[in-house]
């Protein structure tokens, strides 16, 4: 006996499965475009050249770590800008690569968005910045304003530019503790406290409202030995004596007000720097000798993360 039900059950039957399978096949072929496209995006190289004759830029961004703080912001997803970072051995890397590569004829250093630096991590730096220059090549640097830790670097260049209004702040090195003893004499706590030894300040904050003199023997002692560092590596790199560093920190209003007032000058006076001059400036002077870049708006260079990319 004929059923057309049972033929119209089939038929939706077939359908629904034939629905099945290619839903299972459009999924699978997402599925391995999403692979084919992940893959991509980690390892597809853009193919931006390294131009000839070029400027480095590098320009570190944040504190100089040793490992960077994990973060799913601090990710190439994300992009450099999140990430407020720099890692010492990139650094480095970069500086060790670019002073065999024929293509980088200068490095520039651009230190305006750099921030905290251990003077050991600057001397790493420093020392790779040595041996970039012992290979012929030249280093420029240029700021607006140089702190400490910039300066430290920037002093490793061999044309130091410093913008006419702009300034180098050096205060040598210190350490500064908060301390809590008369506020805790107010609130009534009370710290039973065990010690032995002369040099004992952990817990100098709760028992006293100054630093010890035992104490800033102590740390007098350590901050001498990073501060003679720091001053016997700049001073060999701009040609003056340490102890002319001491006189620049010790008598800044003595010198300012022998240039009327003007930092940049006094630094210009002093031998900070080699020049004075505009960032407009500085961007002339190496077009002219690297020469425009494509856009003709400025001259040859590749970004530090962009040949960190490249030799990875």
Partial sequence: MYKPKGKIRRFFSFFWNSISVLRRIVVNLLFLLLIIFFIAF?????????????????APEGNIVEQQTESMLASDIFGDAAREETVLRDVIDVINFAKDDGRIEVLVLDLRKMEKAGISKLQSIGAALERFSSSGKQIYAFGDYFNQQQYYLAAHAD??????????????FGLYRKYYKTALDKLQIQFHVF??????????????????????????????????FYKADVASKRGFGPQDLDDFINNIPDHLAASE????????????VDELKTRDEVRQELIERLGPDNDGLTFKQIAFDQYLNHIR
């Avoid at 980690?42 to 480095?56: Q, R």
């Avoid at 004992?200 to 904050?205: N, Y």
Wanted: aromatic letters at 10%; zero cysteines; proline letters at 4%.
């Fill in 42 to 58: 980690v390892f597809f190289d853009s193919g931006e050249k390294v131009p000839d004759g070029a400027a480095l830029i590098l």
């Fill in 159 to 172: 044309r130091l530019y410093l913008n006419p209004m702009g300034a180098i702040l050096l205060h040598g």
């Fill in 195 to 228: 010690k032995v030894g002369t040099y004992k300040s952990a817990l100098e904050p709760i028992l006293r409202d100054s630093m010890s003199d035992y104490a800033k023997e102590a740390n007098l002692a350590w901050l001498t030995v990073l501060w003679d």
């Fill in 261 to 272: 007032g003007d930092a940049a000058l006094m630094a210009l006076n002093l031998g900070l």
